[in-house]
């Protein structure tokens, strides 16, 4: 079946712009999460959702980063006036219960 | 919150020799540790997870063990083939988060 699909791949801002990252999870998975990763670094937790509930935010760097899963599928993650420091890759994992996490490919954020 | 340590950072191996890679782990509440590997450019691929109830856990050239005592675990990589060539990642969780390691860039040469 289809797995983890992000968009867009690629998102290049310049500083001060707001951006929004697109995840659709694999369909029936409740629970989705949010990461980021820099350049050489492992996934750094973000946030996540059950369902349409954000349980755990606690990960969001500042509160110009911004996620929501209204109908409890896809998941929107927004950073408003972008900088140079929030150039990653932001990852989004879906599971069917808390543990197997799949992963999509990622979109890779960079600032200028 | 939880916190993962990995290492070593960067491992080379000859093909054909074992590589192993540990984590040790803060919060004493996770009980479901994976690892990931991830090449270039590419997603995360789970390639085995362990979890609290058991201490070892194996498939084909792969295993894993767990020390909940000592909060740490281990990868065990067997007969290294140039295409596990890749970075893995450790991970804890307590059902409420996941938490990394920050990986393991591992390099077989042939």
């Known amino acids: 079946g289809a797995g983890v699909s992000q968009s867009p791949r690629y998102k290049v801002a310049k500083r001060g712009q707001d951006v929004a990252l697109r995840c659709d999870p694999i369909s029936g998975h409740v629970s989705l999460f949010w990461y980021q990763q820099a350049l050489g670094q492992g996934p750094e937790f973000l946030t996540y959702?059950?369902?349409?509930?954000?349980?755990?935010k606690s990960g969001l760097p500042s509160d110009r980063f911004f996620a929501e899963r209204p109908e409890g599928s896809v998941s929107t993650l927004k950073i408003q006036r972008t900088q140079q420091e929030d150039s990653a890759v932001y990852l989004c994992?879906?599971?069917?219960?808390?543990?197997?996490?799949?992963f999509g490919p990622g979109t890779r954020l960079t600032v200028t | 919150g939880e916190n993962v340590e990995q290492h070593p950072s960067t491992l080379s191996v000859q093909e054909g020799d074992s590589a192993v890679i540990k984590c040790t782990y803060s919060d004493s509440a996770s009980n479901y540790f994976p690892w990931y590997k991830q090449e270039l450019g590419k997603r995360p691929q789970l390639i085995i997870d362990i979890r609290s109830n058991v201490g070892e856990k194996k498939d084909q050239r792969i295993a894993v063990t767990l020390n909940k005592t000592a909060k740490h675990f281990s990868l065990h990589i067997t007969e290294t083939q140039p295409e596990d060539s890749a970075v893995y990642f450790c991970a804890a969780s307590n059902n409420n988060d996941m938490r990394f390691g920050a990986g393991t860039r591992l390099t077989v040469k042939p």
């Open positions: 994992a879906s599971s069917l219960r808390f543990t197997e996490q799949y």
């Open positions: 959702f059950q369902n349409e509930a954000q349980l755990d």
